[in-house]
């Protein structure tokens, strides 16, 4: 079943049936304000922090779902009847009204028509501007004279989310709100700058700013008071809780339109007559709505596709590439599951996320990687969870709470061994090569950073840190410690072995001796390089089990993952691993996902392991004591799904590897809705796995490493394009049957337009490269401003 089409001409996934299973969300804003939203203007908005400055409010997790949001109703003043621009709250019956929702590029688009009157709500937050824009568009189609009105509706939040959840003794009694000029001001009074503003392009005929007077006893967004009476009461108060409130009264004639706008905003009531004036006129909204077009354009522009596959160009080209940009942008913990409870840098998935989009948001990559830096301890852990603000030279208090709650100490920002997670910062070395071979920029490891816990020192000795500690920390067999957790939040091996880690380090060492290498460090090249090789000795006596890799051993020393398993028989991330990380050896590493495909393959993509536990096994961690079939235990887990495409790309194997995309990309599940339920643009965290009967359903969209990693895999080992230190490599590993593929890239200045051809119909091997029609032995890194026409001839050098 289909709930939508994608419309890539304009960007857009379009929702044509709007009464989805569930909700489906988009991301609003690039720099400070941020939205997240659903298709039925459901959602919230926050600045900076989600967890400490939320702006409204959301009640996640309950019924009705996702409420309340950005709402605009209009009500027949004749009729008294009345509706909201996107089909939630008020929820006509959809025979006698027709509702779309449109998602684009930071920003969302709500479309109906009822009556006769078509009407338009645009939600974004313009560029260089705290205020999140309602543009609305009204029509008079019905061909007679109309008396309506126009409400706005919003509620406001107690900016912190513990303030606003719990502790209502002290919360109710210090937020009010005032009203002056068609300006409403909310007051956060325990707050020196605790103002939000909301205000529109019209002088307001009513206003409430009292939630419960708008609502009214008894109701819900669905029949609020203040709207079936078609005029709002005119209340402020100190105190309670706070809305939105204006209406405007209008007439048009028949044919005739209006544009309005809405605006809720950071800052005081002045902010907000700074804001309106500047966004009164409709042709600044276009503007600022065409200015946000340019920002994606120009990030967009980094890398476009043209391959076989519609799924791939259409993912690579917008969504996923979108998709990995709002992981880096806003970290992982703003949307409909994660409400903003823990914020800050999660280390590994920042870690992760921070290499995929260096080619389009380097200045960004470049922050979270720096910011990493500083959250390594001396030992060479990561801190698993913290806030970058801690280690900021002027430290603004993000919050400050009217009830007493201890300061954290230093220490306690600092957590010890107990809390470290064995793979944290090993991510972080591959994020900084990958971004001085996309940048050029070799001075980036010179730069001076201070650990968590102590003295300062270069980004490359931080490096050589986070090597060490990994060589350090080994089990009784030799292989890295699971410690908390591995990448695996639970698999709680503590002092047992963790084979994906020694994995993790063989790349990790792989890639820092290149770079040693590169910067002319002679010793730490052959140090690093032969560590590396005792690491692979190690695994490759320890971990093959016969047929595939083991996942490691419990603190007992018992394998994890061996044939002799009846549950968690095999893993995803340990063989994907094995094979990726350039360790397993061709036979080995064949059978190794030979395995994969046989016991983890379904129509959805990869299992993380099967069959999944249903005995439990706290030696093996709390992956024991959840569900079988839903996330970490049995589930279709995304993330590690690109590993294997990756992995199978290095096998040579891009039939297989073609096969593993497909099955977990979500727009080859855009007619499958009854099953998958999520949206189709986004890869979600995990989808429920053959064990559970909601086998195919996808939950978790947006925040998950799967999209930087999808993108990852798919531009640099399938489509085979990798940035070095020199130049480019295209080596690309595809399905026999693909002609070929073109594409357009960025690469430090210059634009590289590349056509790989197949004519032999190979999976892999480059046979000839043409710079310019001239034959070449390889793509250099070409003058700032320059082109060049790339084509690359795929042959029979290795077999298909
Ligand atoms: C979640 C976490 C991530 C972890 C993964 C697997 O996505 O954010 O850190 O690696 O689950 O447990």
């Not at 969504?319 to 880096?328: D, F, G, K, R």
């Not at 290498?517 to 010793?523: A, D, K, N, Y």
């Not at 634009?751 to 032995?777: K, S």
């Not at 003058?783 to 001839?793: I, L």
Request: charged content about 20%; hydrophobic content about 35%.
């Amino acid at each position: 079943m289909q709930y939508g089409h994608f419309d890539n001409e304009h960007r857009e996934y379009v929702i044509d049936r709007i009464d989805l299973p569930t909700s489906w969300t988009n991301y609003l804003g690039t720099e400070d304000m941020v939205g997240v939203v659903n298709h039925t203007a459901g959602g919230y908005v926050f600045y900076k922090s989600a967890e400490y400055h939320r702006i409204t409010r959301f009640r996640p997790n309950g019924t009705p779902m996702d409420r309340p949001g950005h709402y605009i109703y209009l009500r027949d003043d004749d009729t008294g009847e009345y509706w909201s621009v996107s089909w939630q709250p008020v929820g006509l019956p959809l025979g006698k009204a027709r509702y779309t929702c449109r998602h684009g590029l930071s920003y969302s688009v709500y479309e109906c028509e009822y009556a006769g009157i078509y009407a338009k709500q645009t939600l974004f937050i313009p560029r260089g501007e705290n205020v999140e824009l309602w543009d609305l568009e009204i029509e008079n189609r019905s061909g007679r004279a109309r008396s309506l009105s126009v409400f706005s509706y919003a509620e406001f939040s107690f900016h912190h989310i513990d303030m606003d959840n719990r502790n209502f003794q002290m919360s109710l009694y210090a937020a009010g709100a005032s009203y002056a000029d068609g300006v409403i001001q909310q007051e956060l009074h325990y707050e020196e700058n605790g103002f939000q503003y909301f205000t529109a392009d019209f002088t307001p005929d009513s206003f409430d700013t009292v939630r419960d007077s708008f609502i009214g006893p008894y109701r819900s967004e669905t029949n609020p008071l203040g709207v079936e009476k078609g005029s709002l009461g005119g209340n402020t108060e100190k105190g309670g809780n706070q809305c939105a409130g204006l209406h405007k009264r209008f007439s048009l004639t028949a044919g005739a339109g209006l544009r309005a706008c809405f605006m809720l905003g950071e800052g005081n009531a002045a902010a907000g007559n700074r804001v309106r004036e500047k966004f009164t006129a409709p042709e600044s909204r276009d503007a600022a709505l065409a200015a946000l077009a340019a920002y994606w354009d120009e990030k967009l522009s980094a890398l476009q596709v043209n391959t076989p596959s519609q799924a791939m160009n259409t993912m690579l080209n917008i969504w996923t590439l979108y998709q990995s940009e709002v992981n880096v942008m806003f970290s992982r913990f703003a949307s409909f599951i994660e409400v903003g409870g823990r914020t800050g840098l999660g280390y590994r998935d920042t870690a992760q996320d921070s290499m995929t989009v260096q080619h389009s948001n380097p200045a960004q990559c470049r922050l979270r990687i720096l910011q990493l830096l500083r959250g390594l301890t001396k030992e060479g852990y990561g801190l698993h969870l913290f806030q970058p603000e801690w280690f900021e030279e002027k430290k603004q208090p993000a919050f400050r709470s009217p009830t007493v709650i201890p300061t954290p100490g230093r220490d306690e920002m600092i957590h010890g061994l107990k809390d470290a997670c064995s793979d944290d910062a090993l991510w972080l070395i591959t994020s900084i090569v990958e971004y001085i071979r996309e940048t050029g920029d070799d001075a980036f490891a010179g730069l001076p950073v201070a650990y968590a816990d102590g003295p300062e020192d270069t980004v490359y000795e931080h490096m050589k840190t986070i090597l060490d500690f990994s060589a350090r920390m080994v089990g009784r067999n030799g292989v890295c410690q699971g410690l908390r957790a591995d990448w695996n939040d639970c698999l709680n091996l503590g002092g047992g072995e963790s084979a994906m880690v020694s994995f993790l380090h063989v790349w990790a060492l792989e890639h820092f001796a290149e770079l040693a290498r590169h910067l002319g460090r002679t010793e730490d090249a052959e140090h690093y390089g032969a560590l590396r090789q005792k690491v692979i000795a190690v695994c490759e006596e320890k971990l093959w089990d016969g047929e595939w890799y083991l996942r490691g051993f419990t603190a007992s020393g018992r394998p994890i993952g061996t044939s002799g398993d009846a549950e968690g028989k095999v893993h995803l991330e340990s063989n994907a691993w094995a094979v990726l990380s350039g360790c397993a050896g061709r036979q080995r590493g064949e059978k190794a996902m030979d395995a994969v495909a046989e016991y983890l393959g379904t129509p959805w993509g990869l299992c993380l392991n099967a069959p999944a536990y249903t005995v439990i096994d706290d030696e093996i961690g709390f992956v024991t004591r959840v569900y079988p079939g839903l996330k970490e235990n049995g589930a279709i887990f995304s993330h590690p799904n690109p590993w294997a495409w990756a992995a199978e790309c290095r096998l040579g194997r891009g039939k297989r590897a073609m096969e593993l995309y497909d099955a977990l990309c979500p727009y080859n599940q855009n007619d499958k809705i009854e099953v998958r339920r999520a949206e189709p643009y986004s890869y979600c965290q995990f989808v429920t796995g053959p064990s559970h009967r909601h086998f195919g359903e996808a939950h978790h969209p947006f925040m998950t490493g799967t999209g930087g990693w999808s993108y990852y895999a798919t531009t640099r080992f399938i489509l085979g394009l990798r940035p070095q230190f020199g130049g480019l490599v295209v080596d690309p590993c595809i399905p026999p049957e693909w002609e070929g593929f073109s594409l357009t890239r960025r690469f430090r200045g210059a634009e590289y337009r590349i056509r790989v051809e197949n004519p032999q119909h190979v999976c892999r091997g480059v046979v000839q490269i043409y710079i310019d029609g001239e034959a070449v032995d390889s793509i250099p890194v070409l003058p700032e401003g320059g082109a060049a026409d790339v084509r690359v001839v795929l042959g029979s050098k290795e077999e298909a």
